[in-house]
């Protein structure tokens, strides 16, 4: 017995039977050359089949029209009108592509990148001034990869099935098993994180991506779950985003790293406002080594520290990392990789006389 055809796909096949064919298709043409009405037991079951599948495609606006034969009127055939089920001209202004090229960047590094990319090519077709687009460049937010996971996460999120994975935690860097009830993938802050139900610990947990180790693997059969109604994934991610954020102490240059110290001052203002004047001071870690005579030591916000590592390496000695101690290791191993490139590269530079 052949595998039977998913509806979806059956009805597919008749559409592209019906928008190709030259006139009409009879019934029986329907049956014995359009895959999945092959498989009916009897013609009563084809007949069924058939006009389930015909008022679908109706009701989801495809004009599936009825076409007599002109000798005999009782031979009925079937066809889809092709001028009225084809789209308009498509027509996109510049800010509309302008949009769509946001979109397509806010995939960049992802899954879905290629298709993104592919869909805005097709796209850039049909504007009049696709050049135009350019003055949004570099405007888009952008998602750190989110590795592997991605993909078999909204699998498995889709079809309701629990996935285990091996991940690493934020605060001490242990690496264990997890065994989990996707609920709902979630991008923020730079970040996509996983929401669901921690079968380990009995509770909802929130788990970031970027943190897992190794290949997600499903357990059990789709549909073994159902998310509570009352779940709110985007509430569960800004409330571990909060436990995430700590405070980088900073050593900074006078008139430097102006955005760093917008930061800073910003979040002292809100910090001040929850807990009172002199709340941001008291957090300073006693063991805080001094600052280099003549900068100004600011607490900047962050919550990754391989983004933060990145952008205070960028500012070279107007920023020294007074802790804690990850991330200025992190900015040490940047700055001495730098030096290393640098030595390699001089003798090519040098002069040759």
């Given at each position: 017995?052949p595998d039977?055809?998913?509806?979806?796909?059956r009805?597919?096949n008749l559409?592209?039977?019906?928008?190709n064919?030259?006139?009409r298709?009879t019934?029986?043409?329907?049956r014995?050359?359009v895959?999945g009405?092959?498989?009916a037991?009897s013609q009563?079951?084809?007949?069924?089949m058939?006009?389930?599948d015909?008022?679908?495609?109706?009701e989801?606006g495809?004009?599936?029209l009825?076409v007599?034969?002109?000798?005999?009127g009782?031979d009925?055939g079937?066809?889809?009108?092709?001028?009225?089920?084809?789209?308009p001209p498509?027509?996109l202004?510049?800010?509309?592509?302008?949009?769509?090229?946001l979109?397509?960047?806010f995939w960049?590094g992802?899954a879905?990148?290629p298709?993104?990319?592919?869909?805005?090519?097709k796209?850039?077709?049909v504007?009049?001034?696709?050049s135009?687009t350019?003055?949004?460049?570099?405007?888009?937010?952008?998602?750190?990869?989110a590795?592997?996971?991605?993909?078999p996460l909204?699998?498995?999120?889709?079809?309701r099935?629990?996935?285990?994975?091996?991940?690493?935690?934020a605060?001490?860097?242990?690496?264990?098993?997890r065994?989990?009830?996707?609920?709902?993938l979630?991008?923020s802050?730079g970040?996509?994180?996983?929401?669901?139900h921690?079968r380990d610990?009995?509770a909802?947990r929130v788990?970031r991506?970027?943190?897992?180790?190794?290949?997600?693997?499903?357990?059990g059969?789709?549909?073994a779950f159902d998310v509570p109604?009352?779940?709110?994934?985007?509430?569960?991610?800004?409330?571990?985003?909060?436990?995430?954020r700590?405070?980088?102490w900073?050593?900074?240059a006078p008139?430097?790293a102006?955005a760093?110290r917008?930061?800073?001052?910003q979040?002292?203002?809100?910090?001040?406002?929850?807990?009172?004047?002199?709340?941001?001071a008291?957090e300073?870690?006693?063991?805080?080594?001094?600052?280099p005579?003549?900068?100004d030591?600011v607490?900047?916000?962050?919550?990754?520290?391989?983004?933060l590592a990145d952008e205070?390496?960028?500012?070279t000695?107007?920023?020294?990392?007074?802790?804690p101690?990850p991330?200025r290791?992190?900015?040490?191993?940047?700055?001495?990789a730098?030096?290393?490139?640098?030595?390699?590269?001089?003798?090519?530079g040098?002069d040759?006389?």
């Amino acid at each position: 017995m052949p595998d039977v055809l998913p509806p979806a796909e059956r009805l597919l096949n008749l559409v592209i039977a019906l928008v190709n064919t030259s006139h009409r298709m009879t019934k029986e043409q329907i049956r014995t050359s359009v895959a999945g009405y092959d498989q009916a037991a009897s013609q009563d079951a084809f007949e069924r089949m058939f006009e389930r599948d015909k008022e679908t495609l109706r009701e989801l606006g495809i004009p599936v029209l009825t076409v007599a034969n002109a000798a005999h009127g009782d031979d009925q055939g079937y066809r889809v009108d092709p001028d009225a089920y084809a789209l308009p001209p498509m027509e996109l202004s510049a800010a509309q592509l302008g949009v769509l090229a946001l979109a397509a960047e806010f995939w960049q590094g992802q899954a879905l990148r290629p298709d993104a990319a592919r869909a805005l090519t097709k796209l850039r077709v049909v504007g009049a001034t696709p050049s135009e687009t350019d003055i949004v460049a570099g405007l888009a937010p952008r998602l750190h990869p989110a590795g592997p996971a991605l993909p078999p996460l909204l699998d498995a999120a889709h079809a309701r099935q629990a996935v285990t994975f091996t991940y690493r935690t934020a605060s001490t860097g242990e690496v264990m098993r997890r065994h989990v009830e996707p609920w709902r993938l979630v991008a923020s802050g730079g970040g996509w994180y996983l929401v669901g139900h921690d079968r380990d610990r009995g509770a909802a947990r929130v788990f970031r991506l970027s943190r897992i180790d190794g290949p997600v693997r499903t357990l059990g059969s789709p549909g073994a779950f159902d998310v509570p109604a009352s779940a709110d994934p985007r509430a569960l991610v800004a409330s571990a985003q909060r436990g995430e954020r700590r405070l980088a102490w900073l050593a900074v240059a006078p008139e430097r790293a102006g955005a760093l110290r917008a930061r800073a001052e910003q979040h002292a203002a809100q910090h001040a406002a929850r807990h009172g004047e002199g709340a941001l001071a008291r957090e300073r870690p006693e063991d805080l080594p001094d600052a280099p005579p003549g900068t100004d030591v600011v607490a900047v916000p962050y919550a990754r520290t391989d983004e933060l590592a990145d952008e205070v390496t960028g500012y070279t000695d107007a920023v020294v990392v007074l802790g804690p101690a990850p991330l200025r290791e992190a900015v040490v191993r940047r700055l001495r990789a730098a030096v290393a490139m640098g030595e390699r590269l001089a003798p090519a530079g040098g002069d040759r006389g």
